[in-house]
Antibody, heavy 116, light 108 residues
Framework: EVQLVQSGAEVKKPGESLKISCKASGYTFTNYWIGWVRQMPGKGLEWMGIIYPDDSDTRYGPSFQGQVTISADKSIGTAFLQWSSLKASDTATYYC?????????WGQGTLVTVSS | EIVLTQSPGTLSLAPGERATLSCRASQSVSSSFLAWYQQKPGQAPRLLIYGASIRATGIPDRFSGSGSGTDFTLTISRLEPEDFAVYYCQLYDTSQFTFGPGTRVDIK
């Protein structure tokens, strides 16, 4: 069974760094792109970027280039999303999803709250 | 970058009625790369349709997708109580995975 299990909710202060994770199981991790999607409170879905874990080829959505870093560790079947300096506007739920024909498997989401 | 717009913003219907949701692209896209998702409150999105018209695994046949070029449609033939949710279209290829703003289907 394909599963994507994300790390737990985080509460951070502006300016702090953060790295959240998405652990894949039930399939060959290196064979599929993984994407990250942001959903701000009460808002729609925004594509942040994707990574191919086999070679770490990464592409970012235009609104997120330079704002976040997407990475993957194929030895542990896990993708990551990280910030070097959080802002209050980063408060959102972040989803990872496996790409095949569309995003056909999703993690449960990680709620990130940034508040002073 | 291609922009997707969805209409209407909200659709108020009764159970048993037919729902027709529209997704329009700012330029012609390959239907091979158009998907629809359903999202319920507090849940992750669920893939319904890919390739514009192909139902994902386990999706009931009351859901159907159609369209080509710039205009795509998701139809729910007879709304069940569990179908009241927000629906998003998405363009997916190797360079962009843009979502539309969503259509909320709520109970009339």
């Amino acid at each position: 069974e394909v599963q994507l299990v994300q790390s737990g909710a985080e509460v951070k202060k502006p300016g702090e760094s953060l790295k959240i994770s998405c652990k894949a199981s039930g399939y060959t991790f290196t064979n599929y792109w993984i994407g990250w999607v942001r959903q701000m409170p009460g808002k729609g879905l925004e594509w942040m970027g994707i990574i191919y874990p086999d070679d770490s080829d990464t592409r970012y959505g235009p609104s997120f280039q330079g704002q976040v870093t997407i990475s993957a560790d194929k030895s542990i079947g896990t993708a990551f999303l990280q910030w070097s300096s959080l802002k209050a506007s980063d408060t959102a739920t972040y989803y990872c999803a496996r790409l095949n024909t569309g995003m056909n498997y999703w993690g449960q989401g990680t709620l990130v709250t940034v508040s002073s | 970058e291609i922009v997707l717009t969805q209409s209407p913003g909200t659709l108020s219907l009764a159970p048993g009625e037919r729902a027709t949701l529209s997704c329009r692209a700012s330029q012609s896209v390959s239907s091979s790369f158009l998907a629809w998702y359903q999202q319920k409150p507090g849940q992750a999105p669920r893939l319904l349709i890919y390739g514009a018209s192909i139902r994902a695994t386990g999706i009931p046949d009351r859901f159907s997708g159609s369209g080509s070029g710039t205009d795509f449609t998701l139809t729910i033939s007879r709304l069940e109580p569990e179908d009241f949710a927000v629906y998003y279209c998405q363009l997916y290829d190797t360079s962009q995975f843009t979502f539309g703003p969503g259509t909320r289907v709520d109970i009339k």
